[in-house]
């Protein structure tokens, strides 16, 4: 079962990407999302882009090298790509803004 957990007004839910179920619809679209590292690991990397996609600004951690990475965020339709720092697995972390 995902994990929801409430703060100041924020909402966090853990999800399992690979879940067959459309778990898309229920997450929505939300302010900004937070992807680190997690497309690697899961089996349908256009589903997930495709939900990426959907938002107006994303925290983004990938795998791919920084020149894929950058590629694959433009695909999304992102515009704006600027890289805020390194992650500690020495990973550039983009925040990406259409």
Request: charge should be negative; glycine fraction near 8%.
């Amino acid at each position: 079962d995902p994990l929801w957990s409430r703060g100041l007004g924020d909402v966090y839910k853990r999800q399992n990407l690979d879940d067959p179920i459309p778990w898309e619809d229920e997450l929505g679209v939300h302010d900004i999302v937070s992807l680190l590292s997690v497309i690697h690991w899961v089996k349908d990397k256009n589903r997930v882009w495709n939900f990426i996609g959907k938002h107006k600004e994303v925290i983004y951690e990938g795998h791919e090298s920084d020149s894929e990475a950058e590629q694959n965020l433009r695909k999304a339709g992102f515009n704006t790509i600027i890289s805020i720092g390194l992650s500690e697995r020495g990973r550039k972390i983009f925040h990406a803004v259409k």
